[in-house]
């Protein structure tokens, strides 16, 4: 890396959803021109959802583990029980070989059904959290993990937590919210694209799509298709030009933001409720 692309101030994902949101609100907190914002109710019930899902998830991956324990164990004495039957390998030394094989059938079955019973208790739990399928591979939401970071894009952040998609083998981001929501927020949607980059870096892949999950455990599948991809870095330039020219300005005509911004006492440019 030169000494050029080392000046280029690093952009979080988080602060790409703050900017998104309201750009005065975002340069009060990074110029820390006013206090840390208080903890409101919201936030409590926000930390409180996520460490609730951290724990959730880190119990559905271990009984996605067993499934695939229980289906491989399962696959194994099939196998077997057709060694027997087509080679006459006696396993079980007592028995004629066709008792032998209808003993491993039967300890297939067993095992065939106890994963499908461990499937349909995990599904369960998956749709109550609204956590999509898949292998974890990273989380968040009860461990501390390392940031991840773009040295192409200079940008950093932690998703929530990443999967691996077990049919495609795609890598998805997750992104939990505590709020609800029929339709996702704009500024949800460049903090989860942010996040599809910094997975593309760290894991070498490419990113399809990205996951958004809000207090209604209702998920939404964001596309991470090109357009996104220029939308997000074009917010991420915008971020960096307010950072060397302090320009920002409020970027929305929503009075409800305002109400209920913590820098609404400092801020010359907040809106009144009509
Ligand atoms: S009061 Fe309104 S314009 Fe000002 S920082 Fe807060 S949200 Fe932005």
């Known amino acids: 890396?030169?000494?050029?692309?080392?000046?280029?101030?690093?952009?979080?994902?988080?602060?790409?959803?703050?900017?998104?949101?309201?750009?005065?609100?975002?340069?009060?907190?990074?110029?820390?021109?006013?206090?840390?914002?208080?903890?409101?109710?919201?936030?409590?019930?926000?930390?409180?959802?996520?460490?609730?899902?951290?724990?959730?998830?880190?119990?559905?991956?271990?009984?996605r583990r067993a499934f695939w324990l229980l289906v491989i164990a399962g696959y194994a004495l099939l196998a077997l029980a057709l060694i027997v039957l087509l080679g006459g390998i006696p396993v079980i030394g007592a028995f004629g070989n066709y008792m032998e094989v209808l003993a491993l059938l039967a300890g297939a079955t067993v095992f065939f059904v106890l994963a499908l019973w461990k499937y349909r208790q995990t599904r369960t739990v998956r749709e109550?959290?609204?956590?999509?399928?898949?292998?974890?591979?990273?989380?968040?939401?009860?461990?501390?993990?390392?940031?991840?970071?773009?040295?192409?894009?200079?940008?950093?952040?932690?998703p929530d937590y990443v999967l691996r998609d077990e049919m495609t083998g795609a890598y998805i981001p997750v992104e939990v919210k505590s709020g609800r929501a029929r339709k996702p927020y704009w500024n949800h949607i460049l903090q989860l694209a942010a996040y599809c980059l910094l997975v593309e870096e760290h894991y070498g892949t490419s990113v399809p799509y990205g996951t958004l999950v809000y207090g209604n455990a209702g998920?939404?599948?964001?596309?991470?298709?090109p357009?996104?991809?220029?939308?997000?870095?074009?917010?991420?330039?915008?971020?960096?030009?307010?950072?060397?020219?302090?320009?920002?300005?409020?970027?929305?005509?929503?009075?409800?933001?305002?109400r209920s911004c913590a820098y609404r006492a400092e801020c010359g440019y907040a809106l009144r409720d009509e």
């Open 128 to 158: 109550e959290f609204g956590i999509p399928e898949g292998e974890l591979l990273y989380s968040d939401l009860d461990t501390s993990p390392e940031v991840l970071f773009s040295g192409v894009h200079r940008i950093s952040g932690r």
């Open 227 to 258: 357009e996104l991809r220029v939308q997000v870095l074009a917010t991420v330039d915008e971020i960096r030009t307010c950072l060397r020219d302090g320009t920002a300005r409020r970027n929305h005509n929503a009075a409800v933001r305002c």
């Open 1 to 63: 890396m030169n000494g050029k692309e080392q000046n280029v101030p690093v952009v979080s994902a988080s602060e790409i959803a703050e900017y998104s949101y309201c750009a005065l609100s975002w340069q009060f907190q990074r110029s820390r021109k006013a206090p840390d914002p208080p903890v409101t109710p919201s936030i409590e019930r926000g930390r409180r959802v996520h460490a609730e899902v951290g724990r959730t998830l880190s119990q559905v991956e271990q009984e």
């Open 219 to 225: 998920q939404h599948r964001i596309e991470f298709t």
